[in-house]
Nanobody, 130 residues
Framework: HVQLVESGGGSVQVGGSLTLSCAASGYIFSRTNKRHMAWFRQAPGKEREGVATFDSAGRVTYADSVKGRFTISKDDAKNTLDLQMNSLSLDDTAMYFC??????????????????????WGQGTQVTVS
């Protein structure tokens, strides 16, 4: 049973930083268990949007709105996916979710920022910038 648990959210002032972490259980990050991983966020009244992806080949992508400010990273030893967020603005206020695809076999395509492409989701962690 795959489980994703986010942590690290909180309240921060404009210009501040936070690091979110997603702990995965039920499977192990490894070369033989390839999955796309991603961070999404959803603000009140808005659709869920992709923030950053870490695909099964180790490539990363970022939404234009966070490029240069956010960094996604994966620690296979700890089975975690992190999101370092710097220079936070009011527009970054949202619930942040970690997501994982099902296992990927064969040649890896690039991860997308489409929620429908991810089968497993965490409960989310709130980030509030004021």
């Amino acid at each position: 049973h795959v489980q994703l648990v986010e942590s690290g959210g909180g309240s921060v002032q404009v210009g501040g930083s936070l690091t979110l972490s997603c702990a995965a259980s039920g499977y192990i990050f490894s070369r033989t268990n390839k999955r796309h991983m991603a961070w999404f966020r959803q603000a009140p009244g808005k659709e869920r949007e992709g923030v950053a992806t870490f695909d099964s080949a180790g490539r990363v992508t970022y939404a234009d709105s966070v490029k240069g400010r956010f960094t996604i990273s994966k620690d296979d030893a700890k089975n975690t996916l992190d999101l370092q967020m710097n220079s936070l603005s009011l527009d970054d206020t949202a619930m942040y979710f970690c997501a994982s695809s099902r296992p990927i076999f064969g040649p890896s395509s690039r991860a997308t920022m489409q929620p429908a492409d991810y089968a497993f989701w965490g409960q989310g962690t709130q980030v509030t910038v004021s």
